[in-house]
């Protein structure tokens, strides 16, 4: 593992599980574990710490989820052209630190490190959904809330989900992460119905702002890795930062992408621009008041939150999308949490529906 804790609480209900099993054999007794009737109290933020949220992401808490694991992705919006994705959420918080990570506002008060002992609860939420509209494609990703992968060594949950969703012909599973760690992924046989993506930042980027993640270069041999051992791969070039050199930085980053993967291999890439709500900007320059890469001209958008000028961003997205366009075969291209005109102005076509970007981006690579 290469993530530190302070502390481990476990809710006395979950003391049995697996999960908790497993986590105590790796970590006990490197790590304090305290064992507690309710663990609610131990995800909140201590307001006398000097960084709550920080403190927080090195407090595990497993826990039973008091409610639904599956969900819609809580970014998705009529103002956006969508892409459908469905949320599972099988922890909460990232024991990695990016500064513009959009959980310092997102949990900000409940700042926790939980991981849900009960998670084989969500198997049959996934198998209504399934059954549900059996002719209907669903991609559903356990990388919003968490990072996917991150302490996969020790709770060893992605595995069963692997092995659940190659039994259903019309669910996949997208594990999304910034770490290299996927030795447990490699012994499974995921029949076509997982793709691991990694999000993925120029090494400027990651050097100033992306703490305890891989390096963008062993993200990208992961993935070489992953692919040949039988995953679908994509990226997430999000969020893009409109720093001076970012017009050389992404190109490249691109590049290195097809380097490492064959574009016919490759299921998608989103692009996402920086983005923060007046709360979550005055989080993170609170929290790393000397990176340089929260510090960019921005201004209020109309669904409330900062991003850089249009024409910076417009600008960013045509160099990366025409990259993609050029790699000898279609790489399918989208972009989160940008309005219809913008997707029109880059790809010069209409926003699919959010069903039809459902469709295609569990049907691709
Ligand atoms: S890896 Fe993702 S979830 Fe973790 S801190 Fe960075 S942005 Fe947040």
Redesign the pocket.
């Known amino acids: 593992m290469n993530f530190e804790l302070d502390e481990i609480f476990i809710e006395e209900d979950s003391r049995a599980s697996a999960l908790a099993r497993r986590v105590i054999e790796a970590l006990s007794p490197r790590v304090p574990i305290r064992f507690v009737a309710d663990a609610r109290a131990a995800t909140l933020a201590d307001r006398n710490a000097a960084d709550p949220f920080g403190k927080g992401k090195r407090r595990m808490v497993i826990m039973r989820r008091r409610g639904a694991f599956l969900m819609g992705c809580p970014a998705a919006s009529a103002r956006y052209a969508c892409c459908g994705y469905l949320v599972l959420a099988l922890a909460s918080n990232?024991?990695?630190?990016?500064s513009?990570?959009?959980?310092q506002d997102y949990l900000a008060d409940n700042p926790g490190f939980q991981v849900y002992s009960n998670y084989a609860d969500a198997f049959a939420e996934l198998g209504r959904l399934a059954a549900g509209s059996p002719e209907r494609q669903f991609r559903v990703g356990t990388g919003e809330f968490?990072?996917s992968l991150?302490f996969d060594s020790i709770t060893g949950v992605a595995r069963e989900f692997v092995e659940f969703f190659a039994a259903h012909r019309n669910l996949t599973l997208e594990l999304k992460t910034?770490t290299d760690e996927i030795d447990g992924l490699l012994s499974i046989e995921p029949r076509g119905a997982t793709m691991v993506s990694w999000?993925v930042s120029p090494e400027r980027v990651y050097r100033t702002s992306?703490r305890r993640?891989a390096p963008p270069s062993a993200r990208l041999r992961a993935a070489r890795c992953v692919l040949e051992a039988g995953y679908r791969v994509a990226f997430h070039l999000d969020p893009i930062i409109a720093y001076p050199g970012a017009e050389d930085d992404y190109p490249r980053l691109a590049e290195e992408i097809l380097d490492t993967v064959a574009p016919e291999k490759i299921s998608f890439v989103s692009m996402g621009s920086l983005r923060m709500t007046p709360a979550l900007r005055t989080a993170a320059r609170r929290r790393f008041p000397d990176d340089p890469m929260l510090l960019g001209e921005d201004i209020l958008c109309p669904d409330g939150r900062y991003r850089a000028f249009t024409p910076l961003r417009l600008r960013l997205y045509r160099q990366i999308a025409d990259r993609f366009s050029r790699a000898g075969a279609p790489v399918q291209t989208y972009l989160c949490m940008e309005p219809a005109s913008v997707h029109r102005r880059i790809f010069a076509a209409e926003a699919p529906t959010p069903a039809d970007a459902r469709e295609r981006l569990c049907c691709a690579g």
């Open positions: 990232c024991p990695m630190d990016c513009y990570c959009f959980l968490a990072d991150a910034k999000t992306e993640t």
